[in-house]
């Protein structure tokens, strides 16, 4: 069992940063590919972001390519989201979520832990 706990969430001003962090629990996190998951009031949770085990894959959706990065760091089982330029549009309660194999994913049902989530809410 991997537990994930996010954090770094709040409000922000249009055009602002905001950087979530993802921490996991276990050790098996550095053979884990990692997603970023969002889901706004009235919508379906939809893919962000995803990284692969070893953080040499990435990708994002095309709503957020070019504004926000994704990372980790294996050493101290934490992920990343570096949220920039930010939009009313990105509000939404952020959820992280890891997979019990290395290849990275787009699909939410193919992860098998998920965080309780971190809300970003970004006013116009």
């Known amino acids: 069992q991997v537990q994930l706990v996010e954090s770094g969430g709040g409000l922000v001003q249009t055009g602002g940063s905001l950087r979530l962090s993802c921490a996991a629990s276990?050790?098996?996190?550095?053979?884990?590919?990692m997603g970023w998951f969002r889901q706004a009031p009235g919508k379906e949770r939809e893919f962000v972001a995803a990284?692969?085990?070893?953080?040499?894959?990435?990708y994002y959706a095309d709503s957020v390519k070019g504004r926000f990065t994704i990372s980790r760091d294996n050493d101290t089982n934490t992920m990343y989201l570096q949220m920039n330029k930010l939009k009313p549009e990105d509000t939404a309660l952020y959820y992280c979520a890891a997979r019990s194999k290395q290849e990275l994913s787009l699909m939410p049902t193919s992860y098998d832990f998920w965080g309780q989530g971190t809300q970003v809410t970004v006013s116009s």
């Open positions: 276990q050790r098996r996190f550095g053979t884990s590919a």
């Open positions: 990284i692969s085990w070893r953080g040499i894959s990435t």
